[in-house]
T-cell receptor, first 113, second 115 residues
Framework: AQSVAQPEDQVNVAEGNPLTVKCTYS??????LFWYVQYPNRGLQFLLK??????LVKGSYGFEAEFNKSQTSFHLKKPSALVSDSALYFC???????????FGPGTRLSVLP | DAGVIQSPRHEVTEMGQEVTLRCKPI?????LFWYRQTMMRGLELLIY????????DSGMPEDRFSAKMPNASFSTLKIQPSEPRDSAVYFC?????????????FGPGTRLTVL
């Protein structure tokens, strides 16, 4: 069975500093990996995805993520955090054979001015 | 495109009452998902449909929950009778199944409070 772990419930970073939100996964085969963001009282919004190819994926709002197959990780990164990046971030994995997404528990990012 | 539409946005009801949540997926999307989000359990997949047919309902918590998709543009999630532990935010999402790597598009959610 597939699973997703986000080891940090909360990440705090100062505005202008780089940020990393961690994600590790477990799935058979080559997974499809996704990051979503949720702002207060809103639905989840797609940020980026890894399907195949280059391990560094660039997405919306300046975010990027690095796929590491040997470490089964897909960490979300941004070179310079903004206060407006403060939100709940979800990593999700989808096996290549099905439509069923599995979401991680979420990591709350707080960017402090 | 209006995106995924959910109604109502907020619902407050009393224990034992029937609750119906509604969803309109993005036009052309052939997969529809219902999720529940709580602080304790995070985001849980309840059920999903493909071409209006339920494919996996293993996440539906119990028989009090039922979901239907009578046509490609409408789905309902019904709770009867409702209980306080059903209080949560319920999300509907849709995607086009032409590519297995397509992301899901989420609606704004329905915040359900059962008193």
């Amino acid at each position: 069975a597939q699973s997703v772990a986000q080891p940090e419930d909360q990440v705090n970073v100062a505005e202008g500093n780089p940020l990393t939100v961690k994600c590790t996964y477990s799935v058979s085969g080559n997974p499809y990996l996704f990051w979503y963001v949720q702002y207060p009282n809103r639905g989840l919004q797609f940020l980026l995805k890894y399907i195949t190819g280059d391990n560094l994926v660039k997405g919306s709002y300046g975010f990027e993520a690095e796929f590491n197959k040997s470490q089964t990780s897909f960490h979300l990164k941004k070179p310079s955090a903004l206060v407006s990046d403060s939100a709940l971030y979800f990593c999700a994995v989808r096996p290549p054979w099905g439509q069923n997404f599995v979401f991680g528990p979420g990591t709350r990012l707080s960017v402090l001015p | 495109d209006a995106g995924v539409i959910q109604s109502p946005r907020h619902e407050v009801t009393e224990m034992g009452q029937e609750v119906t949540l509604r969803c309109k997926p993005i036009s052309g999307h052939d997969y529809l998902f219902w999720y529940r989000q709580t602080m304790m359990r995070g985001l849980e997949l309840l059920i999903y449909f493909n071409n209006n047919v339920p494919i996996d309902d293993s996440g539906m918590p119990e028989d009090r929950f039922s979901a239907k998709m009578p046509n490609a543009s409408f789905s309902t999630l019904k709770i009867q009778p409702s209980e306080p532990r059903d209080s949560a935010v319920y999300f509907c999402a849709s995607t086009a199944g032409t590519g297995f790597y397509n992301e899901q598009f989420f609606g704004p959610g329905t915040r359900l409070t059962v008193l």
